[in-house]
């Protein structure tokens, strides 16, 4: 079982599931308007029901690190550019705009996920996301939003289809050779996801010869190329395609940040956790490499955010809402770091 150099030490969370397409969404301030454009949820339906075609992988050798990659290290990771209220060339361009483009997930139950009730996009995400887009443009901020799958974050802040992605992303060394992140604003660690009746009991040669379902692009996936316990690995677009195929009995678990396994279980009763976490992992906001003043403006808006973990701080007020019936021993945000 393979830990990160920083421990376990900071892992305090437990908790989501998410559309094969890129659809458009847009929100003035809290409020979400009418999705823009034609095929505003073309490929992303709301139900999720459908699975997509699921991908074999053969893993081979990982990507061989750049000069600028190999300064970051398991321990350095979490770190970012300090914070500030300045603006500079990313932010203008948004209130240039006048509109803050977010990548967010919109089947990611507590995270962000579209209510089925109301037609509006909701979690702790999509809430951290509005209060970004208010500290930029204002208290009637518009925020459009994007369902961006897994494997697309990446390329979507590239060629800046969005201005940042908000979208339980693990911030690790190999991404921010392709993105800037901002500090973590919540700990996560990889955890198996299985039937309550199934033998498998953790990230561990239980696997062997099951079927184990990860996102592509995920850090799930990053997992089980390093090792994966005598398992058959397949791809799937994202995580809560995963739990579809757990639910057709086409895969037998899931590897996947426990975050977003414990919401999960908690839409499904017959899936557990299994086992425990393997991985420290930290998420973050991703901007592209050179909006570095918009990474310093979003960690000044995450120090307000967390509010030094009082209490009644907009950190702990999202956490209530929608995270703490499924991890209840979270005591309050993690703290910052800072490589400069």
Same mark, same amino acid.
């Given at each position: 079982?393979?830990?990160?150099?920083?421990?376990?030490?900071?892992?305090?969370?437990?908790?989501?599931?998410?559309?094969?397409?890129?659809?458009?969404?847009?929100?003035?301030?809290?409020?979400?308007?009418?999705?823009?454009?034609?095929?505003?949820?073309?490929?992303?339906?709301? %139900?999720?029901?459908?699975?997509?075609?699921?991908?074999?992988?053969?893993?081979?050798?990982?990507?061989?690190?750049?000069?600028?990659?190999?300064?970051?290290?398991?321990?350095?990771?979490?770190?970012?550019?300090?914070?500030?209220? %300045?603006?500079?060339?990313?932010?203008?361009?948004?209130?240039?705009?006048?509109?803050?483009?977010?990548?967010?997930?919109?089947?990611?139950?507590?995270?962000?996920?579209?209510?089925?009730?109301?037609?509006?996009?909701?979690?702790?995400?999509?809430?951290?996301?509005?209060?970004?887009?208010?500290?930029?443009?204002?208290?009637?901020?518009?925020?459009?939003?994007?369902?961006?799958?897994?494997?697309?974050?990446?390329?979507?802040?590239?060629?800046?289809?969005?201005?940042?992605?908000?979208?339980?992303?693990?911030?690790?060394?190999?991404?921010?050779?392709?993105?800037?992140?901002?500090?973590?604003?919540?700990?996560?660690?990889?955890?198996?996801?299985?039937?309550?009746?199934?033998?498998?009991?953790?990230?561990?040669?239980?696997?062997?010869?099951?079927?184990?379902?990860?996102?592509?692009?995920?850090?799930?996936?990053?997992?089980?190329?390093?090792?994966?316990?005598?398992?058959?690995?397949?791809?799937?677009?994202?995580?809560?395609?995963?739990?579809?195929?757990?639910?057709?009995?086409?895969?037998?678990?899931?590897?996947?940040?426990?975050?977003?396994?414990?919401?999960?279980?908690?839409?499904?009763?017959?899936?557990?956790?299994?086992?425990?976490?393997?991985?420290?992992?930290?998420?973050?906001?991703?901007?592209?490499?050179?909006?570095?003043?918009?990474?310093?403006?979003?960690?000044?808006?995450?120090?307000?955010?967390?509010?030094?973990?009082?209490?009644?701080?907009?950190?702990?007020?999202?956490?209530?809402?929608?995270?703490?019936?499924?991890?209840?021993?979270?005591?309050?945000?993690?703290?910052?770091?800072?490589?400069?």
């Amino acid at each position: 079982m393979r830990m990160r150099a920083r421990g376990l030490m900071n892992l305090r969370a437990v908790l989501a599931p998410v559309a094969s397409g890129m659809s458009v969404m847009a929100a003035a301030a809290a409020v979400l308007v009418p999705t823009l454009g034609s095929d505003a949820d073309d490929g992303a339906g709301r %139900g999720g029901a459908s699975a997509p075609p699921a991908t074999h992988r053969t893993y081979g050798p990982g990507v061989a690190a750049t000069p600028t990659a190999a300064r970051c290290t398991e321990r350095t990771a979490a770190e970012s550019l300090r914070p500030s209220s %300045g603006e500079g060339t990313a932010v203008a361009r948004i209130k240039e705009k006048g509109q803050l483009v977010v990548g967010v997930d919109q089947n990611t139950y507590r995270w962000g996920y579209r209510n089925p009730a109301t037609g509006k996009l909701e979690g702790f995400d999509i809430d951290l996301a509005r209060a970004i887009a208010e500290d930029i443009l204002g208290p009637d901020a518009k925020v459009v939003f994007k369902a961006v799958p897994t494997n697309q974050r990446i390329p979507a802040l590239q060629k800046r289809a969005v201005d940042m992605v908000v979208r339980t992303m693990t911030i690790n060394c190999a991404r921010k050779q392709q993105v800037a992140f901002s500090t973590s604003y919540f700990q996560a660690g990889q955890q198996v996801l299985a039937p309550k009746s199934s033998a498998i009991k953790a990230f561990d040669d239980s696997l062997r010869g099951k079927r184990v379902c990860t996102a592509a692009g995920s850090t799930g996936e990053a997992e089980l190329t390093a090792q994966r316990h005598g398992a058959e690995v397949l791809t799937v677009p994202n995580q809560l395609d995963c739990l579809v195929r757990l639910q057709l009995g086409q895969a037998d678990a899931v590897v996947t940040d426990n975050a977003l396994a414990a919401a999960q279980a908690a839409q499904d009763p017959t899936v557990q956790l299994k086992g425990k976490p393997f991985t420290d992992e930290s998420y973050g906001v991703a901007m592209n490499k050179d909006d570095t003043d918009l990474v310093r403006r979003v960690n000044k808006v995450l120090d307000d955010y967390r509010g030094g973990g009082a209490a009644g701080s907009p950190w702990m007020q999202a956490y209530r809402k929608w995270l703490r019936a499924d991890m209840p021993e979270i005591s309050g945000p993690p703290s910052p770091e800072y490589s400069d």
